[in-house]
């Protein structure tokens, strides 16, 4: 069965998301996701893949496992996540305690979506050199597995490293959140198999898609499955794609390419904005 979510810019002056989430799980949504920025470097040359001009939704982000406890705080059955969280910018120990945290206390309704991020100044700041993003990225997921999983956990890496420690609460979901991986290059599909759970591409028109090369997603879904096959991974991977368009076709083409949770796009704008593009987004989902 398909699921339908939605993505907002979480920030300061958009629809608060209590209420934004209220609404959400009242018409039918499954789930709701936010992204992250920590900040913007002012000094920037890093380009932005979505085009010239960086909206200034990105320097105004809030914090998204603070601001994802209002969604929980005001949803029974809800789901939330990150679209994406980005780990090359968040101390593993510490990530580890606050998705646990927010997993247990909203009874198993966290999905973690993960990307190495794009902006290399940003990085910097954290003290992440752009060349070693995604190995960093990898060491630290499977370091928080292991503080999920383990009664005393220890991980030994070329990035991260700690002897045995005590670290509580574990997530409510057995072996933590599903992890999907927000990326769309040639090498994702295998990292998916190592250590994700699932594939979250960013939503690019058919239109772009042809124009620019942009990514095949029919491949993508063909390649994340052979790679799971190989890496023998029980079960199937989850095939999210966030910022989808308000249109019906763009829906019909991506669950006849085998999404299984379409996640619309939502501005970062206040409520008289944001909730009539919601009821709107019920109909078409409940088409499906």
């Known amino acids: 069965m398909v699921q339908f979510g939605l993505t907002i ?15 959400a799980e009242k018409l039918g949504f499954e789930s709701l996701f936010v992204p992250e920025h920590t900040h913007i470097p002012a000094s920037r040359v890093s380009p932005w893949p979505g085009g010239a001009d960086l909206p200034q939704d990105y ?10 406890t209002l969604a929980v705080a005001a949803t029974k059955s809800l789901k939330i996540g990150t679209g994406i969280s980005l780990i090359t910018e968040r101390d593993p120990i510490l990530m580890a305690k606050q998705v646990a945290t927010l997993d247990f206390v909203s009874g198993g309704r966290l ?22 993003r995604w190995k960093v990225l990898r060491e630290r997921i499977l370091a928080m597995r292991e503080i999920w999983t383990q009664e005393e956990a220890e991980y030994h890496g070329e990035f991260v490293n700690f002897d045995k420690i005590w670290a509580f609460p574990k997530p409510f979901q057995t072996g933590g959140p599903k992890i999907l991986i927000g990326a769309s290059s040639k090498y994702v599909f295998q990292r998916i198999a190592d250590y994700g759970d699932g594939w979250m591409p960013i939503f690019q028109d058919a239109k772009r ?14 390649d994340t499955k052979a790679a799971w096959r190989l890496s023998e991974r ?4 989850d095939f999210s794609i ?11 083409e991506l669950i ?19 909730l009539p593009m919601i009821e709107k987004l019920a109909r078409i989902a409940h088409e499906f």
């Open 59 to 68: 320097w105004h982000t809030l914090d998204p496992f603070v601001s994802l």
């Open 242 to 252: 966030f910022g989808v368009a308000h249109e019906r076709k763009a829906v019909e």
């Open 111 to 132: 999905i973690l979506g993960v990307g190495a991020g794009w902006n290399q100044e940003e990085m910097e700041n954290h003290g992440v050199a752009f060349s070693t």
């Open 234 to 237: 029980e079960g199937e991977p």
């Open 209 to 222: 898609r042809s124009a620019s090369g942009g990514t095949d997603y029919s491949q993508g879904i063909e």
């Open 9 to 23: 810019f979480a920030t300061d002056y958009s629809v608060p998301l209590d209420i934004l989430a209220g609404t």
């Open 256 to 274: 006849s390419l085998g999404f299984n949770r379409i996640i619309f796009g939502l501005p970062s704008a206040s409520a008289d904005i944001v």
